[in-house]
DNA sequence: TCTAAACTGTATAGCTATAGTCGGGTCAAG
DNA sequence: CTTGACCCGACTATAGCTATACAGTTTAGA
């Protein structure tokens, strides 16, 4: 209707805030062929190739690699959802991964003496610093109760370092015990 | 005391299940350099450097890049605790950007016709896969919740994908605009 | 002791999804 | 006709490895 002229290289870089780079290997990877070239060899994207790559966008903003994409823009349905699927798995599987992972770099940070001896982390700064960094405090209940299953002595150690008083971790080690049944 | 025989590249491979090339990539960045070679070259790993392999591996596990596992190595506290905090935050964006990709995928599964074209699931085959994938009843919820707030219509067309009944629904989404608040 | 397997060395290419850089061609405006 | 903004393809770089190739070394068995 509104659009319909043909779109070079840069202009569509452009508009969907791509670099020209990625463009380009697209194209050499069969993901997305300009339907046409100029008669200097100027890429010429057509309406119908915007489409498709605002399809590929948002496949790829949901962490799909090209070729899964490739796969989702060449299949029908059956296919499709597998890889879907499948992706959701995996999702998981990395969540899950980056959740370990916090737990031991904490574990780090807790075990060396680095907070005792630089006295660097306090309480109240502790506790920003996770906050600032986007969790919440369900998320860190959670944390709380993790530890204390996992490993409660260190959990002990680690309240200590921020300087809590042995009532106030007693406290938080009764919860945490308590949510975990 | 016990093991103070040096270790060859093979052989420490095989105790810390890492490949030779993984050892030698150490060598080459200068993360991990043996202590010794043999007369024929031959790589030999003294006890020190098996325990620098320890630390390196603990920190791997903790997602620190190499290049920051160099400097946790080579300097004190200070720089480490600033390396250590840092990787928390971005382990949280990342998971931050994982949730998100994970609600991008969810969103295209229910918006393409595919649920019900292909009639690959139902809802109690999605609720498995759910939970299979890693997903608690909590997480679930939260789903929902989400998804009430960010597209209404799509989560009842979403639900209604999942053959559920318009009462339960109702039930679903009157819970999941209750939570909101 | 000889030989073959299992090891070691270095060097190199490949993987993902881009960003950026090169030298050179093209096009519109002034 | 020149300037500057575009375009071309090809190449390089990134992280953290893996895998391959080819050559020398060590070790176990016959």
Redesign the pocket.
């Known amino acids: 209707m509104s659009n319909s002229k043909l ?7 452009k508009q969907f805030s ?12 069969g993901l997305l062929k ?1 339907s046409s ?7 010429l994207y057509t309406n119908g190739d915007i489409e498709k790559l605002k399809l590929i966008l948002i496949y ?1 903003n949901g962490g ?5 994409i490739t796969g989702l823009l060449n299949s029908k349905s059956g296919k499709s959802t597998s890889i879907l699927t499948n992706r959701l798995q995996l999702l998981n599987q990395e969540i899950a991964k980056l959740r370990q992972q916090q737990q031991i770099i904490v574990q780090i940070i807790g075990q060396s003496k680095m907070l005792k001896s630089t006295r660097l982390l306090d309480k109240d700064r502790w506790v920003k610093l996770l906050r600032a960094t986007g969790l919440s405090d369900d998320d860190m209940e959670k944390w709380h109760i993790e530890f204390e299953r996992a490993m409660p002595e260190m959990h002990q150690d680690f309240l200590e370092s921020l300087g809590l008083s042995q009532k106030e971790i007693r406290a938080i080690r009764k919860q945490s015990k308590q949510a975990e049944a």
């Open positions: 779109k070079s290289i840069g202009q569509l870089g791509i670099s020209r780079s990625t463009l380009i290997y697209y194209d050499k990877k300009p070239r100029s008669e200097a060899n100027y890429r790829r799909l690699s090209l070729e899964e």
